[in-house]
Nanobody, 128 residues
Framework: QVQLVESGGGLVQAGGSLRLSCAAS????????MGWFRQAPGKEREVVAA????????YSADSVKGRFTISRDNAKNTVYLQMNSLKPEDTAVYYC?????????????????????WGQGTQVTVSS
């Protein structure tokens, strides 16, 4: 069992930055691929960025490429999402997810149904 707790969300003006953190419980964090997803009102949950268990492979959605960076510190059981040049369309609830048993194609994951565990989410609001 892995528990995930996100933090770092909030209200920021367009062009600003935020850093989200996701702290994981348990001693198996380093065996999980991790991902950040987001869900805006009325929309489906979508992948933002993902990272392999070692940190050697990463993925970023086209909509955030060049602006958001995912990283992890296995010694601290934490995964981060650095968000720069934020836009109003980045407004959403951001979720951290962990995957190990249902990875389909790679050592990271991009699909909601590949996740084994989810955090409770943190709100990010970007004002124009």
């Amino acid at each position: 069992q892995v528990q995930l707790v996100e933090s770092g969300g909030g209200l920021v003006q367009a062009g600003g930055s935020l850093r989200l953190s996701c702290a994981a419980s348990g001693r198996t964090f380093s065996t999980f691929a991790m991902g950040w997803f987001r869900q805006a009102p009325g929309k489906e949950r979508e992948v933002v960025a993902a990272i392999s268990w070692s940190g050697g492979s990463t993925y970023s959605a086209d909509s955030v490429k060049g602006r958001f960076t995912i990283s992890r510190d296995n010694a601290k059981n934490t995964v981060y999402l650095q968000m720069n040049s934020l836009k109003p369309e980045d407004t959403a609830v951001y979720y951290c997810a962990a995957a190990r048993s249902k990875l389909r194609y790679s050592d990271y994951f991009t699909e909601v149904d590949e996740a084994d565990y989810w955090g409770q989410g943190t709100q990010v609001t970007v004002s124009s």
